[in-house]
């Protein structure tokens, strides 16, 4: 079996969001504990880091949290891990692979013609690359596979 999906996911999913939130907690907890009095001036310094939480968390909920843990290829089927649910898939009942590199954290998402433990798609985040912009050949490859099991079971 070969992994497919990043090293880092962990990061991304668990170590990240107690950054972002516990960095914002603590300056929020300075600015309220440290303005002496209630005034117009000290408004954004409270206001802030309550709207970056409720963006942070928005967008984490929408492009992070939702991502497998890990998903390693084995033959002509993947298996994907996420906490402790696991479910083998046949590459071809993957419909479509599509690859965002430009985001972060790199973003495959595969839509199934069959819904699974996970739904109807699953996400995993793409190894990292060092080039940016570069697209990832493992991902190319894992695309190339899946149009072939296709056209195999027709």
Same mark, same amino acid.
């Given at each position: 079996? @070969?992994?497919?999906?990043?090293?880092?996911?962990?990061?991304? /999913?668990?170590?990240?969001?107690?950054?972002?939130?516990?960095?914002? %907690? &603590?300056?929020?907890? #300075?600015? $309220?504990?440290? #303005?002496?009095?209630?005034?117009?001036? %000290? !408004?954004? $310094?409270?206001? =802030?880091?309550? #709207? =970056? =939480?409720?963006?942070?968390?928005?967008? =984490?909920?929408?492009? &992070?949290?939702?991502?497998?843990? *890990?998903?390693? *290829? +084995?033959?002509?089927?993947?298996?994907? /891990?996420?906490?402790? @649910?696991? *479910?083998?898939?046949?590459?071809?009942?993957? /419909?479509? &692979?599509?690859?965002?590199? !430009?985001?972060?954290?790199?973003?495959?998402?595969?839509?199934? @013609?069959?819904?699974?433990?996970?739904?109807?798609?699953?996400?995993?985040?793409?190894?990292?690359?060092?080039?940016?912009?570069?697209?990832?050949?493992? #991902?190319?490859?894992?695309?190339?596979? &899946? +149009?072939?099991?296709? *056209?195999? @079971? /027709?």
């Amino acid at each position: 079996m @070969r992994r497919i999906s990043s090293g880092w996911t962990f990061f991304y /999913k668990r170590v990240f969001p107690v950054i972002w939130f516990g960095f914002l %907690a &603590v300056f929020l907890a #300075i600015s $309220f504990f440290q #303005i002496p009095q209630w005034n117009r001036a %000290a !408004l954004p $310094f409270l206001i =802030m880091p309550i #709207i =970056m =939480m409720g963006f942070g968390y928005y967008f =984490m909920q929408k492009f &992070v949290f939702d991502l497998a843990d *890990e998903v390693w *290829e +084995d033959g002509d089927s993947l298996v994907v /891990k996420n906490r402790d @649910r696991q *479910e083998r898939i046949d590459l071809a009942d993957i /419909k479509n &692979v599509n690859y965002s590199a !430009l985001t972060s954290p790199p973003r495959v998402t595969l839509s199934l @013609r069959r819904p699974t433990i996970f739904g109807d798609q699953v996400a995993f985040c793409a190894p990292v690359r060092v080039v940016p912009f570069a697209t990832s050949p493992l #991902i190319n490859d894992l695309i190339d596979r &899946v +149009d072939d099991a296709r *056209e195999r @079971r /027709k």
